[in-house]
């Protein structure tokens, strides 16, 4: 099946920082999610992106299908950013394969 | 708030019992995922419904069941429950039901077996 690596697995920051989170996956998807854990569990999507760069608010994330990566972007980080943030990516139908997760906190 | 709807929030129960897990999805939405998330395994994709059909399965036990109703809420059913199987249970939606559309999860169940 298909390999998720993120990276990095942890990251601590200060408040206000910028930070990039990398997916690397091991075959050609049609679909990939990113998705972020917050302290509570819930689990949040923040984009769908199997190709392509898209934008929302502080968020942003860049997907390059032929080279099997994707980066989620976060500026001006707040304390309320922390959690784990994970990429999930998929094939055919529903299957999607998360990666291990990267876990940020966020120091104010 | 998603729109994805998960009962009960909490579970506690013993070795070799049977539970039920219920999931109402978004408004709209055919298709729904039931994920497993283990510290040990992380989020394990189970199985998926598309409009009552059962459409993809992933590493679900035989111990484990599913289905999706007319009125397209879903529910996993566990049985012969083993402490390995305390686990935070999420069900997701999406619009469709092939992999081209974004995936809305619940709060999830929490088990506990003891």
């Known amino acids: 099946g298909i390999q998720v690596e993120q990276s990095p697995p942890d990251l601590i920051l200060q408040e206000g920082a910028n930070s990039t989170l990398r997916c690397n996956f091991s075959d050609s998807v049609n679909n990939l999610q990113w998705f972020h854990q917050n302290p509570w569990g819930q689990l949040i999507n923040l984009f769908y992106i199997p190709s392509g760069t898209k934008q929302n608010g502080r968020l942003s994330a860049t997907t390059v299908a032929t080279e099997r990566y994707s980066l989620l972007y976060i500026s001006s980080s707040q304390t309320t950013d922390s959690g784990v943030y994970f990429c999930a990516v998929g094939g055919s139908y529903g299957k999607l394969t998360f990666g291990q997760g990267t876990i940020l906190t966020v120091h104010p | 708030d998603s729109g994805v709807t998960q009962t009960p929030k909490h579970l506690i129960t013993a070795t070799g019992q049977r539970v039920t897990l219920r999931c109402s999805p978004r408004s709209g939405d055919l298709s729904v995922y039931w994920y497993q998330q283990s510290l040990d395994q992380g989020l394990q994709f189970l199985i998926q419904y598309y409009n009552g059909e059962e459409r993809a399965k992933g590493n679900i036990l035989e111990r484990f069941s599913a289905q999706q109703f007319p009125d397209l809420h879903s529910e996993l059913n566990l049985s012969s429950l083993e402490l390995g199987d305390s686990a935070l249970y999420f069900c997701?939606?999406?619009?469709?039901?092939?992999?081209?559309?974004?995936?809305?999860f619940g709060n999830g169940t929490r088990l506990t077996v003891t």
């Open positions: 997701a939606s999406s619009v469709e039901g092939q992999n081209n559309s974004p995936l809305h």
